[in-house]
């Protein structure tokens, strides 16, 4: 079956290298909004050119960007993808999928790297430490935080998300599961990524983001009084295909 059109929110910061090969593998008819978040590589004029949308976001912040970006989307269905090719949206259809057909209300992917250099293990261990915090804050069973993630836009926005930094993706995750939503993952190829990374790249990076993230676990847990997903059974983690 072909799946819904949506718009995927790309978030930018000179990822002029990187581009070229994400939006090639945008789906068919899908829109690519490129969100700039002070780019100084051109990243902004090679999107346009590639004819993707460019939003400007000049709040510097991977929640700052991913949060413009859903603003700016107009489609029921949003996706949400990194900007640095280590991840490929082209694997997102069978994410919207999942959500239009009342399977879930949040799809997320659960990256498995191709190699040793796509995922350093210091920002593999942050990730690891950081699900085991959500684990115990939701009783959600995740194995993964991962960029790649598809939800009905409208409900998002009733979400409330209020982080700006590095601790926007986990918001997203924990007051989804306030809000009882169904979550699950998919396993997903994680390729090494162009350029270097500004958020994980280092200890000291990955250091900042799980602190960003412990404040947003540390967070009270207040439903949001937005438009509420389709009626689940209550917060849960489906097991990723594959993963026994």
Known sequence: MIPPTADVVLPCLDEATALPWVLSRIPAGWRAIVV???????????????????????????????????????????CFCDCDASLDPALLPAFVREVADGRCELVL?????????????????????????LRRRTGLRLRD???????????????????????????MVVRAA????????????????????KVTGTWRGTWHAVNDMRGVLA?????????PADPPAGPRATEPAGAR
């Open 178 to 197: 306030d809000a009882g939503w169904r979550v699950t993952e998919r396993d997903v190829p994680y390729r090494r990524r162009a350029g270097r990374s």
């Open 219 to 227: 967070a009270p847990a207040d439903p949001p009084a937005g438009p």
């Open 36 to 78: 700039d978040n002070g780019s100084t590589d051109g990243s902004a004029a090679i999107a346009a050119d590639l004819g993707a949308v460019v939003v400007r976001e000049p709040r510097r912040g991977f929640g700052a960007a991913c949060h413009a970006g859903l603003e700016a989307a107009g489609a029921e269905f949003v």
């Open 109 to 133: 992917g659960r990256r498995r790297p191709e190699s040793a250099a796509a995922w350093p293990p210091h920002a593999r261990a942050g990730n690891l430490a950081v699900a085991r915090m």
């Open 145 to 171: 935080l991962g960029p790649l993630r598809a939800a009905r836009r409208e409900a998002l926005l009733g979400l409330g998300l209020t982080d700006r930094r590095s601790g926007y993706p986990l918001e």
